[in-house]
């Protein structure tokens, strides 16, 4: 569920990738899950006063996003509202049985994974956000910022249909409250390695610019939609085999429950990871 | 999608009859085609100082619904607004493929029926409203007020699978709207025999109290939840077999699209259905 004000801002996006993003981000869910999107149900919460062209606009993004990833609109409802615009979409998936990956799975000595570096959405959004208060509209630099989200569903199937991974996730709160989703779930323990965090260039650049430590970035930007992945350490190379031109970083370790979620510090020392992350709520 | 403020008032409702109301809508639609519902997903946007005991109540009438109507809640979402209070039910129902109905099969000659007597919510909730406004708290009469409509799903599964109707719908936006929603996509006309129309003796005395037509109220009340069928007359019996206790009120008959939506009055004369019925958006 997107709500504006809250998920987006229609003065920042156009209602076009907003519905591009909507079907990109469930499924993203779908695929984190060893699954393939099927359906999906649609639902719009507009006030009175939007612009025909907003909601042609965002229903083509839909249609777009759907075309994209196989998917059919087969329902949806439209309603009256006096608040923000709210879009809910629902995506349905298939799995094999036996192919289907949960968050509950991770099992102590796992492995964890990363599919790609972490931090990138959030460096972009904070830049963009930074420069237009500094009103630099001028800026040459590339704007668009990929706002629609390139979900992991391939490498994903590869994952789940050689049922290599105890647990998978997508990162959409960030490392930290995700890792925390999935530990919860599966009743472990987890230590994130900080050094070990993949950061790109470019993101470790932007959070220099933004006077912001980089491993907090990787740690806690959300939006990435990439993977996490427990598996046990013995299938890692077949994991890598199948993932193809994808990276698996390896970030963490899954540990008993009664270690709690930890952050290990260059030098060795394993603090307590802080809570945060982008909440949804 | 029911949104505060346009579909219900906090202030009016019982959160648990919300939740309840919201399963009851969604498998009426499901009933009317023929079909069981099976899975639900509820999204719920909320404003932050939303009462904990709000959101309680309000997931506790879901649950209900859903075992009253044999539904697993499967998924969902909840996120921040700074608007209205707003419900998402996305219900999946499942249907034996030759025993599928739409809303689309209707044909020329097909009587037009309906399950139950209309006007009843319509005529119900302006009462309620009139009565708050004289702020007559100490009157006995009942004010329960049945807000969870009772949907048809025994008669449609009956009907359908006979394979008795060639088209049906549920009447959620009042018999007006809803016949023109059925003729549209089945590329019909229709007639409604004004004098036929089934109310009810306290709507009828309600609709005089406040000063309406009760016919204009059969017509118009929204949210009666009753089924508004299409069969051949030769099925007529046969579906009244089906339908048991349920009494089924013919209010009409299909015509070639070239005459349009009419209503017929008392005495023969035909006038195009004046638009209007209870608009969702």
């Known amino acids: ?32 899950m060893g699954g393939s999107p099927t359906f999906a149900l649609t639902s719009l919460a507009l006030p009175p006063d939007t612009p025909l062209s907003t909601t042609d606009r965002l229903y083509r993004g839909i249609r777009d996003g759907a075309r994209r990833f196989g998917v059919s609109v087969v329902g949806g409802n439209v309603a009256r509202t006096q608040g923000p615009v709210t879009l809910d979409v629902t995506l349905l998936g298939a799995v094999p049985r036996d192919e289907l990956v949960l968050r509950s799975g991770a099992q102590v000595g796992d492995l964890l994974l990363v599919t790609g570096v972490l931090g990138e ?21 590339d704007e668009d910022g990929g706002v629609v989200p390139e979900p992991r569903i391939a490498l994903a199937r590869a994952i789940a249909s050689r049922q290599l991974a105890h647990a998978m996730i997508d990162l959409s709160d960030g ?7 999935l530990a919860r779930a599966s009743g472990v323990g987890a230590v994130i390695d900080e050094e070990n965090l993949p950061v790109s260039v470019r993101a470790r650049r932007a959070a220099e610019r933004l006077g912001l430590d980089f491993r907090e970035l990787a740690l806690n930007g959300g939006e ?40 290990e510090r260059f030098g060795g020392a394993r603090d307590p990871l802080p809570e945060g992350g982008w909440s949804h709520f």
Chains 1, 2 share one sequence.
């Open 121 to 141: 959405a959030t460096a972009r959004r904070l830049l963009l956000e930074q420069r237009k208060g500094e009103a630099a509209a001028e800026s040459n630099e």
């Open 224 to 263: 990435d939609y990439e993977l996490l992945i427990a598996l046990p350490e013995d299938r890692l190379s077949e994991a890598r085999e199948a993932a193809g031109e994808v990276p698996l970083f390896v970030v963490g370790t899954v540990v008993a429950p009664e270690h709690g979620i930890l952050v």
């Open 1 to 32: 569920m997107l709500v504006e004000g809250v998920h987006f801002r229609l003065e920042a996006i156009d209602p076009l990738e907003l519905g591009r993003r909507a079907l990109a981000i469930s499924t993203s869910d779908i695929a984190a």
């Open 175 to 181: 490392l930290a409250g995700d890792v925390r989703h």
